[in-house]
C-alpha cells in the first residue's frame, strides 16, 4: 500500500461543477502539499498545510491530521483548471533528512466548457 | 523573479550515451532535489542534497550521478548503466531547518532515449 493514496485517479466535470480531489496518507507528516502539474509538466505548488484550511481564489485545501486526510476543493470549476493535482506528504524523519516528500500518484481532472 | 530554470526542455540520447542535465536556482534555497516521473506513478526521489558539496541517494539512485559544487546548481548526469533512462525528470529546491519547507519545482527535462 503507497504510504500516500489520491483518489479519485481521473475526474472529468462540467465548468462550474464543485470539485473534491482526497488524499490519505499512513505515515507522520509535518505538513501536506497540493500540487498542481499542467500538460507541458511543470509543477506549481499550490498549497502547504499542516493544519486546518487554506483558501487562494477558487482553490480550498482543508486537512485533519488526526484522519490524515487532506481535500482540495474547486469551486466553480473551469476549463483552465484542467491539469493533474498531485499531494505530497512532507515526512518526519524521512531518510534522516527533512524536507523530503512522499507523493500521490495524481489525479487527472478535465474540466469540460 | 527567483525561480528553478533546467534545461534543456527536451533531450533526445543515444543508448549507451551518459547524458547531463542541468538544474539551477536563484531562491537560495539550500536543499535541492532530483524526482523522476513515469506515467502512472507518483514522482520518485533520485538525489538530494541539503548543503554544498554533500548529497545523499534517494529510493532510485542507481545509474545517476550529482555534483553540488556550488549552491545555485545541481546538475544530474543519467549514466549508461540506467537501464531505462526514458523520463520525466524534475528538479526542486526548498529551504532547510526546522519547521515546514516551501518547495519550488522547475519545469522538468523530458528524456527519451533513442
Known amino acids: 500500500k503507497n504510504e500516500v493514496e489520491q483518489s479519485p485517479q481521473n475526474l472529468t466535470a462540467q465548468e462550474g461543477e464543485f470539485i473534491t480531489i482526497n488524499c490519505s496518507y499512513s505515515v507522520g507528516i509535518s505538513a501536506l502539499h497540493w500540487l498542481q502539474q499542467h500538460p507541458g509538466g511543470g509543477i506549481v505548488s499550490l498549497f502547504m498545510?499542516?493544519?486546518g484550511k487554506k483558501k487562494h481564489g477558487r482553490l480550498i485545501a482543508t486537512i485533519n491530521i488526526q484522519e490524515k486526510h487532506s481535500s482540495l476543493h474547486i469551486t466553480a470549476s473551469h476549463p483552465r483548471d484542467s491539469a493533474v493535482y498531485i499531494c505530497a506528504a512532507a515526512k518526519l524523519n524521512y531518510g534522516g533528512s527533512q524536507g523530503n516528500l512522499i507523493f500521490g500518484k495524481g489525479t487527472k481532472l478535465s474540466v469540460k466548457p | 523573479d527567483g525561480g528553478i530554470t533546467q534545461s534543456p526542455k527536451y533531450l533526445f540520447r543515444k543508448e549507451g550515451q551518459n547524458v547531463t542535465l542541468s538544474c539551477e536556482q536563484n531562491?537560495?534555497?539550500?536543499?535541492m532535489y532530483w524526482y523522476r516521473q513515469d506515467p502512472g506513478q507518483g514522482l520518485r526521489l533520485i538525489y538530494y542534497?541539503?548543503?554544498?558539496?554533500?548529497?545523499q541517494k534517494g529510493d532510485i539512485a542507481e545509474g545517476y550521478s550529482v555534483s553540488r559544487e556550488k549552491k545555485e546548481s545541481f546538475p544530474l548526469t543519467v549514466t549508461s548503466a540506467q537501464k531505462n533512462p526514458t523520463a520525466f525528470y524534475l528538479c526542486?529546491?526548498?529551504?532547510?531547518?526546522?519547521?515546514?519547507?516551501?518547495?519550488?519545482f522547475g519545469s522538468g527535462t523530458r528524456l527519451t532515449v533513442v
Open positions: 498545510l499542516s493544519s
Open positions: 526542486a529546491s526548498s529551504t532547510r531547518g526546522p519547521g515546514h519547507y516551501g518547495y519550488t
Open positions: 531562491l537560495n534555497h539550500d536543499a
Open positions: 542534497s541539503q548543503i554544498v558539496n554533500d548529497f
